[in-house]
């Protein structure tokens, strides 16, 4: 099975550059060609560009505090191939996680802020013992591809 999560992290980019083409739009309009005349439903041209910059910070920044991460996931072949990288304002670097299926040893969700915050972290048997691999942040994940995931680990997760 392979999947990823392309299309949200696609959909959160488009409505950034939506969003950030309204600002623009609107500050354009409201003060460098004064079309918009104030109050507009009483409310100042400050409070309006302090509202709209609140949203657009919401929205630029929302995807790196709640973690968001490009993943593609595949189970073909020997190995379990995660890779992923962040997604938001400013990209983070690729990494790439491949563990043999007879060496792979299991793995633990962590879910932090309400849910809003979810990560996987995997586990290999190595000679000395297990290694544990950093945590990979699925928010950005549907609910349908969260259990798929979860899924497909827990089939090659041996049991004790």
Not at 39 to 44: K, S, T, Y
Request: net charge positive.
């Amino acid at each position: 099975m392979t999947f990823d999560n392309s299309r949200t992290i696609i959909s959160l980019r488009l409505k950034l550059l939506a969003v950030t083409i309204l600002l623009l739009a609107y500050l354009a309009l409201a003060y460098v060609i004064k079309l918009i005349k104030f109050p507009v439903l009483g409310i100042g041209d400050t409070a309006w560009t302090i509202i709209l910059m609140c949203i657009w910070f919401i929205l630029a920044f929302m995807p790196m505090i709640l973690n968001y991460q490009f993943i593609s996931y595949s189970d073909d072949g020997d190995y379990l191939i995660l890779r992923y990288f962040t997604s938001g304002f400013i990209g983070g670097k690729k990494n790439s996680v491949e563990i043999n299926k007879t060496s792979f040893s299991g793995f633990k969700v962590e879910s932090r802020f309400f849910d809003l915050i979810q990560s996987i972290t995997l586990f290999q048997k190595i000679q000395n013992g297990v290694a544990k691999y950093p945590p990979v942040y699925i928010s950005a994940l549907t609910r349908e591809e969260k259990s798929k995931l979860i899924r497909s680990l827990s089939m090659y997760t041996p049991r004790a």
